[in-house]
Structures are given as structure tokens and as C-alpha cells.
């Protein structure tokens, strides 16, 4: 691995130089190293790198003696986040361009997150008076915020030109707000509402920040990760399963809701069970079932519950005796059998974890067409979970036979053993660049980042 590094990093020095040929090897290492620090100099808790920033401030011209202290920055830094990088098995007659490129993290979003950060420093420094037009706004208004709205989504790279539509809201910039919305995770309605508008009035340079500490906080997870996975990133609501490192599904989900919330954890999915029986955690009978129940006795038998004592008999009682019972402290456990009306879905996916928390199926897919997807009570809903099932049995499960025979059973709860179990890493990381070049945003739906107070 360290020989492919650093052929990597002489291939890419070799690569830049080419590119930058009227440019002088220093001027462009120097140039690599200080943008690196200044996205890393974002980040909060990071005061070493701020002040190594502002000590460049007076000049950025290179010096031996400058580089090698930005260079000794930055090496401690990826160390302390676990972070291997070429630099370390670098020869010593390297040059000054392949050091610098040797400090870059080795992932294809780094130069394009770089770029990003660089464009909205900049942008920092242009006027960003805030949008405030006193009302929603829909294509075919005219309005006077109009013209501030096309200039900001051109500014922010959801306009490739400006176009002559004066104070209209036209087709054009409807497209364009669509666009806009889609990449911070809106309802790509084009209505300009308060949501839409609390993105548009963002400051540049808090968009940096966040760029970088999810930059940051992915590189380093994923340095961890394995060749075959499951990853669930709560503020995307997305799932994705990569196998030998090649990614073959991508799902939305639903997580938990901001005041009970899905945890952040790693494990292993060691199960997948068919038409899995729910038992009903106490927490979720108390705040969500009891309710219902108090209102409609006849609840449980309509969605298919079963009620035990805790000595594995079942219970019953007439729908007004349910209902008084649902008023004092349910002295029963729940269970909903598999079927239609089951929580679960048709398939549940196993890990162990100390929150009680799983992947699964649900009935309820117009869910997943909703923007804002933090709607359970912290398990994660999968919308293709009969697609990673599928998946999971014809290369995972130890019994693809019985797996096979038992496809056409709805009723009958199976647990079918993975033949070793597959990591899952529920993450959160609001900000990346993806594969297409475009800033992605997403809400800090349970509140982890605090507010920047200072954006100069």
C-alpha cells in the first residue's frame, strides 16, 4: 500500500507540473500546503492551525523554512486523526511539489471539497445582505427580491448565467431554485419558503465550515472501513451498501425523530429476519400505542397486536377493558405479529447494540417521498429493504436454499444467519462534495454542530 502511495503522489506531481508548467514547482507546492491549512484552519478546537494560518497572513510568498513548518502542521494533524498519507515513505530527495501533494488526504473529493472552501472564502467577502421578502414566493410572481434571489443561486453555483427576467420569477430561475433545494436536502417544490430562504441567506463561510468538519470527520471514519459494508448517514436520510468496495445500492431511510434519535454507532449485521414479530419496546408503548388504544379499544386486534403477561400467556379483554386498562400502568407486554400491519415490514436486519435499534422494512413507504425523513422512534426504515434483503440472501445468507423456498411465506418468522457478519456505521455528516462536483447540504437535524459566531 505505501508503494502505491507514493507512486500515486509522484504521478500526481508529475501531473501538476505538467499543468502548471509557467508555474514554478515551490510557488505551487506553497500554494497546496496554505490550502490545505486554511480549510483546515476552520475547523473549531483547531487554534495550532488558526495561528499557523495567521502567521502566513503578512505573505504568502514561499520560503525552506515555511514549508517545512506548514509541512509539520499538517503531518501532525492527520496523524492525530488516524489518517495515513503518502508523506511518511516519501524519499528525501522529493521535491517541494510532491511533499505538499504527499499531505493531501487520498480520497477523489479532497482537491474539488478544496475548491469549494476556496471559492466561498472568497465569496465571504462580497456583500450578503440577507433575503427577507416578507412572503413565499412561487414561479409566474413578480417581486422586488427577485433580482437579489438570481444573484445569489449565480453567486452559489445553482445559475450558470444571469438572466434578463427583472423582477419575474420565470421558468429559468424556478430551475434553478429546484436545483438549489435538492442539494440541501429541500422539497424541490421551487417555492421560496422560510426554509429555502434560511439556506439562501447562509454565509458563505459558514458553508466552508462545514465543508471541512465533514470532510474531516469522513476521511477519518473511512479510514476504518472495510471492503464490504452498510453506511446510514442520518442527516442525508440515505443507506449505502458497498461490496469489495464497489457500492451496488443506495436507499433512502427514515430515521429517528430529533428527540429520539437514531444513535451513531458501528456493529455488525449478523441476521436477516422474514417476516419478523414486533415487540413493542416499554418507551414506544407509553408514548405511542396506549394513546390509541385509549381512544379505540379495538386498536390491537385491528393491527394485528397480541398481548402476554410475563409469564408467556396471552391475554384478552374486551375492547372497553383494553381501553381501561390503557390508562393506568400496561401491566402486559405487546407484540405485533408479522404480516400487513407489521412495523417491521416483511424484513428486519440484525445487529447487536445497546439502543435496541435495527434496520427494516416498513409499510409505510409515502414516507420516503418526504423532505424531511427524522419521523421514527430511532430504528431506521429502509425503502429498498426487500432489495438489500434480496441482496443480503443470494451472497450472504448461510442457507440461500431455504431463503429461496421461503420468499412466497408471509407469515412464518425466520432468522436466516449471514455466513460472517456485515459491519453497518450509522454516521452524520451534514456537508460533502459528491461525485458530480456540487456542495451537498444537509440540516443539522439533531442539533450536534453549535452556531459559528464569528464569520469574518
Not at 202 to 210: D, H, L
Not at 216 to 231: D, F, H, K, M, N
Not at 340 to 360: E, P, T
Amino acid at each position: 500500500m505505501a508503494d502505491f502511495r507514493l507512486l500515486l503522489v509522484l504521478l500526481c506531481g508529475l501531473l501538476v507540473s505538467v499543468a502548471h508548467a509557467t508555474e514554478p514547482d515551490d510557488d505551487t507546492a506553497w500554494k497546496t500546503l496554505t490550502e490545505q491549512l486554511q480549510m483546515l484552519a476552520l475547523l473549531p478546537e483547531q487554534e495550532q492551525l488558526r495561528v499557523a494560518m495567521q502567521s502566513l497572513a503578512d505573505g504568502q510568498s514561499y520560503s525552506l523554512d515555511k514549508q517545512q513548518t506548514v509541512e509539520q502542521e499538517l503531518a501532525h494533524f492527520w496523524q492525530q486523526q488516524g489518517v495515513v498519507l503518502p508523506f511518511s515513505v516519501l524519499p528525501k530527495d522529493a521535491t517541494a511539489l510532491q511533499r505538499a501533494l504527499a499531505l493531501e488526504p487520498q480520497r477523489p473529493e479532497y482537491q474539488p471539497t478544496v475548491n469549494r472552501i476556496q471559492y466561498l472564502l472568497w465569496l465571504q467577502q462580497q456583500p450578503w445582505p440577507e433575503i427577507r421578502p416578507g412572503g413565499w414566493l412561487r414561479p409566474g410572481d413578480n417581486h422586488a427580491a427577485i433580482p437579489q434571489i438570481t444573484q445569489r443561486l449565480l453567486w452559489l453555483g445553482d445559475l450558470s448565467h444571469y438572466p434578463d427576467n427583472g423582477y419575474d420569477y420565470t421558468d429559468a430561475l424556478a430551475t434553478a431554485v429546484r436545483h438549489f433545494q435538492g442539494r440541501h436536502g429541500l422539497k424541490q417544490d421551487a417555492v421560496i419558503g422560510s426554509q429555502t430562504l434560511r439556506w439562501l441567506n447562509i454565509a458563505p463561510k459558514q458553508r466552508a465550515i462545514w465543508l471541512a468538519q465533514s470532510f474531516v470527520a469522513e476521511t477519518r471514519y473511512r479510514e476504518q472501513l472495510p471492503a464490504s459494508y452498510i453506511l446510514v448517514n442520518v442527516p442525508a436520510y440515505e443507506l449505502q451498501l458497498v461490496d469489495a468496495g464497489t457500492p451496488v445500492l443506495q436507499s433512502r431511510v427514515v430515521v429517528g425523530l430529533p428527540n429520539r434519535q437514531t444513535p451513531l454507532l458501528q456493529s455488525r449485521i449478523s441476521s436477516v429476519v422474514l417476516n419478523p414479530g414486533w415487540h413493542v419496546p416499554r418507551s414506544i408503548l407509553r408514548k405511542d400505542l396506549l394513546p390509541h388504544i385509549r381512544k379505540d379499544g379495538n386498536y390491537l386486534n385491528q393491527k394485528d397486536f397480541r398481548v402476554f403477561d410475563y409469564q408467556g400467556h396471552q391475554i384478552e379483554q374486551t375492547p372497553e377493558q383494553w381501553q381501561q386498562l390503557a390508562y393506568g400502568r400496561f401491566p402486559y407486554r405487546v407484540v405485533q405479529q408479522p404480516g400487513v400491519h407489521s412495523a417491521l415490514g416483511r424484513f428486519k436486519f440484525h445487529f447487536d447494540n445497546s439502543f435496541d435499534v435495527y434496520l427494516h422494512d416498513t409499510p409505510e413507504k409515502q414516507l420516503f417521498n418526504r423532505a424531511d425523513r427524522a419521523l421514527s422512534s430511532g430504528c431506521v426504515r429502509v425503502e429498498k429493504a426487500d432489495e438489500l434483503a434480496q441482496w443480503l440472501g443470494q451472497h450472504w445468507v448461510r442457507d440461500p436454499r431455504k431463503w429461496h423456498d421461503m420468499q412466497q411465506d408471509f407469515q412464518t418468522t425466520q432468522w436466516f444467519a449471514l455466513t460472517q457478519p456485515l459491519p453497518v456505521y450509522i454516521v452524520y455528516w451534514t456537508a460533502w462534495v459528491d461525485g458530480q462536483g456540487t456542495a451537498q447540504f444537509r440540516d443539522d437535524v439533531y442539533h450536534k454542530f453549535s452556531t459559528v459566531v464569528d464569520l469574518r
